[in-house]
């Protein structure tokens, strides 16, 4: 297919505006499919005062500039703010900033400017229907996301109302200007206060050399963290450890660097200290709020690894012999999932020689695909940076589910070549038709989560067992496996508690000052065990009446079992490709 | 206090710095609302050099932190603020009156080669928050004993009597906190109790009773042998300090010529015609000085409800020592103390010596005291009692345990996680250094123990904390 005519059939739009993952999720992505979008240095200029952008509105209600000079009239200023119920101040500090406005945004043009290098290429409606690509629910997707959504219910929530603050955990994140940027709860802007007092106190501790880490109430753990120009801050009434609360905070911080990359976030506040973020991460609040819920409810995060879905490892190896058959110049990981699990992962050998993928970014990007239905819609094309891997560079992602409608096996292919979507795109047309040749589409169907009665121990309830670097040589994609949560915890609270049960073994025993072997713990509903030694992690739940002795004689047992089965749990020898870098880096051609 | 690490950084020596009070100060916002008076906050403040501006900073900062909490619960605002080299306690005893106490987080100072300057290495996860916030609350208890409430002393005199009283208490009482040596039970802030078979404890009883009878003056009564509780008629809250204050304070300025060599010729305080050793701990040093001073510390007790003024007497023979309470308002002068040293001097002295003889025989039965394969600490929330075989001595000065810090450490964290849930529980950990330990909870009734087999599987010492919660607290149920 000749390159010209292609772009015929498709829109091709340079937003240069690193902030494409968001906009592609949500009202944007019908925004600038729109043909009446003229040119792409228009689109430029446009792309804060577009109707459904209410950038503009926020910009002149935006009430917090904290501008740090005098720390003790700061200090004042932020006892008023809680006190006088925010109104004079307020209303003072908008009228500041409005005046600011037009000098802003003139500076947010030479930002934008400045990032150029960003680009997006989205896939057209014409093309998907060429390809014939799950064009029924592509399309209803698509106008789904048409219309700029409604704002979750909880943006709106009154951040004054008792529910407000009844809620486990609240996440806010800020520059260092005290601008806020996002808030897991309630409006950023009925919020700006608040963070402003975050700023202030991080400000303050800084003024003395020193660091704010965390405030503790009987009620709550306020974590701090600063990271670059961002400062992220948790409030949290979980009763986590302080380091489970900094790892959260940066795993948000990372999905953001994912969707901006660190250098983009340290440029822009170089430029621009009281620049308003929000502007490039307009709706990325819910890959965010997505990202929350994952760790609180999902132990792969806790522990840094990998929850593989069971399979027979034949079936694994087939699967892994379809990717690796499927390559084109410049992919380096092909990734398959089922069920929000690895199904299973092939990386190029020569690019990332001796590096791996790590949990940490595997984490991240599944949020970002389990956080909008939009990438349900058929084919996407993503810069997508892996902050583990290098927090300053993109990879080009190319997601794509295998079943639609049912839409629970994913095709993620990323390449370092940000024009290769036609020849990635062309590897998944492959992929699949190897997979129809197999049927392998219905064994992955088949497979699923094991429960905890197949390891035949009786007082067992449920486990999590992590393995270290197994087998020797050869570094592996860190994993976890663990049977599925069943009675007495079936419902969402029993569930949440066992996690917390986990959580608070999980902190003592990797205590940064007091780490331990082996946690023993009989409470009244049930005895949990954590142990920790140099082959393995594992945290076992028993019926609170177990003896000493029969919880010894299950994890015996359970340790045969997971060994017995440690080919269907584990991807034990994660397969390679050999994609050798094109060097003219014009890839587009090679698709044909 | 600086301790020289035994590691060495290739020759040059380590140093390791202990947890030290930074500064400890107490202020009521109410007292300078409005800008520019900043200052009238400020009740208290230590160290006492600090530049005005910077007093009114961190007071400010404390402030903030308060208010800032307020936002998620408004009923429960910050206990402490973690930063990098230091941790800051906040404590509101009394309404609107702030107690903040800043202690210095632990830290390795590593010289540099080149004259540059030596790197300081924070150890901000050391410092236990129950444990500390538990001294500062101490702080206020012992303030309180002595000198009533804040808000008291302002209603009778100003912020000018306030802001004395607590300067002329905490200059001297901030020298006694010892913050390197805090542990455990510093969180209990339990009570010893002297144990006693029936007869002894009757005998003791009706001696009480006769002397409140005889004295009516006496209003309250406390009976300590080896500085351990046997009786006591105030409130549990009152005599847990006023217990705190006798152990580490009192007695041990009072060393006992009967405990620095048994053969301490008799004085020959004669009352009447009986010899005896009762003397005065508190108020006169000798009766028999014609320019004795009738004088005895003030404190107070029930301050929440009939808030008691009484003066504090204190009389000792040998090991025994009572403690009797008057309502200040009476004047005390010789001819009550001449009373008292000649009915309480001669019943006390005879009564610690039959004490002495019965803790003797008790020890002889129980048999010779072999070096035990564990060690523990028990506390019983109910009655506050509390004891520990961990703690050697405790002295005004430190209190020596014989275990490894670190394993003191696991106790608290342990400690913590039984806080949270209001269920019978048991936690055993391994530590790195392959030490046991072992918590259990039943009830309000608190039980840590340290295993000394570092070999010990789980089972084996789950056998050993059997046998000891068997002969040492045979009538109390843990969980298994």
New interface residues.
């Given amino acids: 297919m000749d390159q010209s005519q292609e772009s015929g059939n498709m829109e091709e739009v340079r937003i240069c505006d690193p902030s494409i993952l968001p906009q592609c999720l949500d009202q944007t992505d019908v925004a600038y499919s729109d043909s009446d979008v003229p040119s792409e240095n228009h689109c430029v200029n446009e792309d804060h005062r577009t109707p459904s952008d209410p950038e503009g509105l926020l910009e002149s209600a935006d009430p917090t500039s904290v501008e740090i000079c005098q720390?003790?009239e700061l200090?004042?200023d932020?006892?008023k703010l809680?006190?006088d119920e925010d109104r004079s101040l307020c209303a003072g500090a908008s009228e500041t900033d409005s005046g600011k406005a037009s000098e802003d945004s003139a500076l947010a043009d030479s930002v934008h400017d400045d990032s150029g290098e960003f680009v997006v290429t989205m896939l057209a409606q014409g093309k998907m229907e060429e390809q014939g690509i799950g064009m029924e629910g592509a399309l209803s997707s698509l106008s789904e996301t048409g219309t700029p959504p409604g704002p979750p219910s909880h943006r709106n929530e009154d951040v004054t109302a008792e529910s407000w603050?009844q809620h486990r955990k609240?996440v806010f994140v800020l520059s260092e200007a005290g601008k806020p940027i996002y808030s897991r709860y309630g409006s950023e802007e009925a919020l700006s206060s608040?963070m402003g007092?975050?700023m202030?106190?991080v400000s303050?501790?800084q003024s003395g050399d020193?660091?704010?880490?965390?405030?503790?109430?009987?009620?709550?753990t306020?974590v701090f963290m600063q990271r670059g120009p961002l400062v992220l801050v948790s409030?949290s009434s979980s009763?986590q450890s302080?380091q489970q609360l900094r790892n959260e905070l940066l795993y948000v911080y990372n999905q953001i660097v994912s969707m901006l990359t660190q250098a983009s976030i340290t440029r822009i506040f170089e430029h621009k200290k009281n620049y308003d973020l929000r502007r490039l991460l307009a709706g990325s609040e819910k890959i965010l709020d997505g990202l929350l819920n994952l760790v609180d409810s999902d132990p792969s995060l806790l522990l840094s690894a990998v929850h593989c879905l069971p399979l027979a490892s034949s079936l694994r190896d087939s699967l892994s012999q379809i990717l690796q058959k499927a390559i084109t110049p410049n992919l380096v990981f092909s990734i398959l999932i089922a069920k929000n699990q690895l199904l299973t992962i092939v990386q190029e050998k020569m690019v990332i020689d001796d590096a791996r993928l790590e949990p940490a970014d595997l984490h991240l990007l599944l949020n970002l695909i389990g956080a909008s239905s939009a990438f349900q819609a058929g084919e996407i094309w993503t810069p997508i940076c892996l902050p583990s891997f290098n927090p300053d560079c993109y990879f080009y992602a190319y997601i794509s589910y295998l079943d639609p409608p049912e839409c629970t096996v994913c095709l993620v292919l990323l390449s370092t070549d940000k024009e290769a979507f036609y020849s990635v795109a062309e590897c998944k047309r492959r992929i699949e038709e190897a997979m129809q040749t197999q049927n392998a589409l219905s064994s992955i169907a088949k497979a699923h989560s094991y429960s905890v009665s197949q390891v035949g121990v009786s007082d067992l309830r449920h486990f999590m067992y992590k393995p270290f670097d197994v087998p020797d040589n050869h570094r592996q994609l860190t994993q976890f496996t663990s049977p599925e949560m069943e009675a007495p915890y079936n419902s969402e609270e029993e569930q949440m508690r066992l996690l917390d049960l986990y959580r608070?073994m999980h902190g003592?025993i990797h205590?940064?000052?007091?780490?331990?072997?082996?946690?023993?713990?009989?409470?009244?509903r049930e005895t949990l065990l954590a142990w920790v030694t140099s082959k393995f992690e594992l945290y076992t739940c028993f019926s609170p009446l177990v003896?000493?002795?029969s919880a010894?004689n299950a994890i015996t047992k359970l340790l045969r079992w997971i060994k017995k089965e440690e080919d269907r749990l584990f991807i034990r020898y994660p397969p390679k490709y050999s994609t050798t870098p094109n060097p003219s880096k014009s890839s587009k051609g090679d698709a044909h | 206090m600086l301790m020289i690490s035994p590691r060495m950084a290739s020759g040059m020596q380590e140093k390791q710095y202990t947890p030290s009070l930074l500064s400890f100060f107490i202020y009521n916002p109410k007292f300078g609302p409005r800008?520019g008076e900043e200052e009238k906050k400020i009740l208290f403040y230590h160290p006492i050099e600090i530049e005005k501006?910077e007093k009114?900073?961190n007071v400010?900062?404390c402030?903030?932190?308060v208010?800032?909490?307020?936002?998620?619960?408004p009923t429960?605002?910050?206990?402490?603020?973690?930063?990098?080299?230091?941790r800051q306690f906040f404590h509101e005893p009394e309404e609107n009156y702030w107690m903040v106490m800043v202690v210095r987080n632990p830290m390795v100072e590593k010289p540099n080669k080149d004259g540059k300057p030596p790197t300081v290495e924070y150890?901000?996860?050391?410092i236990i928050?129950s444990v500390y916030g538990s001294v500062l609350q101490q702080c206020y208890c012992m303030y309180k004993l002595f000198n009533g409430t804040f808000s008291r002393a302002f209603e009778a005199g100003g912020v000018e009597l306030l802001t004395q009283k607590l300067e002329k208490f905490f200059y001297r009482y901030l020298q006694t906190l010892h913050l390197q040596s805090c542990d455990l039970l510093d969180v209990f802030g339990g009570i010893s109790f002297f144990p006693l078979d029936k007869m002894t404890y009757l005998k003791i009883q009706s001696f009480v009773n006769r002397v409140e009878e005889s004295l009516s003056l006496v209003k309250y009564t406390a009976f300590l042998y080896n500085d351990q509780l046997i009786w006591s008629g105030l409130e549990q809250d009152d005599m847990r300090t006023l217990y705190k204050y006798l152990t580490t304070s009192l007695f041990p300025r009072h060393t006992e010529p009967e405990l620095a060599g048994k053969d301490s010729p008799l004085r020959p305080e004669v009352a009447g015609n009986l010899l005896h050793y009762g003397r005065f701990l508190t108020g006169p040093a000798n009766l028999k000085d014609p320019d004795a001073k009738f004088r005895f510390p003030r404190i107070f007790v029930n301050t929440e409800d009939s808030y008691e003024e009484l003066h504090l007497i204190v009389y000792k023979a040998m090991s025994a020592a009572v403690c009797f309470m008057v309502n200040a308002a009476v004047d005390l002068n010789r001819e009550f103390c001449e009373q008292l040293d000649s009915l309480v001097g001669p019943q006390l002295t005879l009564l610690a010596s039959d004490i002495c003889e019965q803790f003797n025989i008790n020890r002889r039965i129980s048999g010779p005291e072999k070096e035990p394969q564990f060690k523990f600490i028990y506390f019983n929330q109910m009655n506050l009692a509390e004891k520990s075989t961990i703690h050697m001595r405790k002295t005004s000065s430190v209190s020596l345990t014989s275990v490894h810090p670190?394993l003191m450490?696991?106790l608290g964290?342990i400690n913590c996680?039984f806080a949270?849930?209001d269920?019978?529980?048991?936690?055993?950990?391994?530590?790195?250094t392959?030490y046991w330990v072992v918590g259990k909870k039943s009830d309000q009734r608190e039980l840590y123990v340290i295993l000394n087999q570092k070999n010990a599987?789980?089972?084996e010492v789950?056998e050993e904390v059997k046998r000891l919660c068997a002969t040492q607290f045979n009538n109390i149920f843990f969980?298994?």
Avoid: W
Avoid at chain 1, 511 to 524: D, F, M, N, Q
Avoid at chain 2, 123 to 126: D, G, P, R, S
Avoid at chain 2, 423 to 432: P, S
């Fill in positions: 720390q003790q200090l004042r932020m006892l809680q006190t603050r609240h608040t007092v975050m202030a106190l303050f501790v020193n660091i704010i880490r965390s405030v503790y109430s009987d009620e709550h306020v409030v009763r302080e608070d003592r205590s940064t000052s007091r780490p331990l072997k082996l946690i023993y713990h009989v409470a009244e003896t000493k002795t010894i | 800008e501006n009114i900073r400010g900062l402030e903030a932190i208010q800032f909490t307020r936002t998620f619960c429960k605002p910050a206990k402490s603020l973690h930063t990098q080299k230091n150890q901000e996860e050391e928050d670190d450490k696991i964290d996680d949270r849930v269920e019978d529980e048991e936690i055993i950990v391994k530590a790195m392959d599987n789980l089972i789950n969980l298994d």
